[in-house]
DNA sequence: CGACGGATGGGCT
DNA sequence: GCCCATCCGTCGG
């Protein structure tokens, strides 16, 4: 099988399935390579943290596409971050990157950077796209074409761990978020100030 | 290292 | 208007 096939076969499956898989993936894009150390999961009509939860927009409409394109989106008005669209076309699922290892081109990346230090330079969403030089014009991207922002196979971590979404309001306690267990590149969990207290309940007996 | 608050402007009700 | 899938500086331990 080739790398492309394994790739599209990579992303086919369910999109909580699909995410931790894209750990120890390569992200590639002008110069700069970034191995994939944290990703979230983002479904669709039964995701209420999803930005498709609410149906087609104008700025969503790449994760209703196929899957394998970047799905690029403003954050706070003045951050990008970028998804792979994963699973059957209209299933509108995607994988947040949320923050990588930077592996090559680690000169360029840390003038885009203003000097951040080497673990900083891609931990977190908008740092890993202003790293790889990412911005909205590559929403729709194909990453499995061979020109512009690309994607590859990569060995996966040894230890994989999961929990709740970063900043989220809605379905703040869906553990979607998958992570390199012990890679420091990871960024720290914050909770949303205005998501409901966590479910602390112990739902039957835990300790 | 963990916690907190302000900046910021497009997207959507 | 209100809402944010964030970042960075600045606290305190």
């Known amino acids: 099988m080739t790398a492309l096939e394994d790739l599209r076969a990579l992303l086919a499956g369910p999109v909580e399935e699909v995410a931790p ?3 120890g993936c390569r992200v590639e894009h ?3 390579t970034v191995r994939l150390t944290e990703v979230e999961a983002y479904g669709a009509g039964g995701d209420p943290g999803s930005h498709a939860h609410r149906g087609h927009t104008r700025r969503n409409g790449t994760m209703f596409g196929p899957p394998g394109r970047l799905y690029c989106y403003l954050s706070y008005g003045v951050h990008v971050c970028a998804n792979v669209v994963t699973g059957p076309d209209g299933s509108a699922s995607a994988v947040l990157l949320r923050a990588g290892e930077v592996v090559a081109g680690e000169g360029t990346a840390t003038e885009r950077r203003r000097g951040a230090r080497h673990r900083d330079l891609a931990r977190g969403p908008a740092r890993l796209c202003q790293a790889l030089g990412l911005g909205l014009d590559h929403d729709g991207a194909d990453l499995v074409g061979c020109a512009g922002p690309r994607l590859r196979v990569g060995p996966a971590p040894s230890a994989v761990r999961s929990g709740p979404r970063v ?13 390199e267990d012990g890679a420091p590149t990871v960024s720290p969990y914050r909770r949303s100030p205005r998501a409901a207290a966590p479910d602390s309940r112990p739902s039957g007996g835990g300790c």
């Open 21 to 23: 898989r894209l750990l």
């Open 30 to 32: 002008a110069g700069v």
């Open 167 to 179: 900043g989220l309001t809605a379905a703040p306690d869906r553990p979607w978020r998958f992570w």
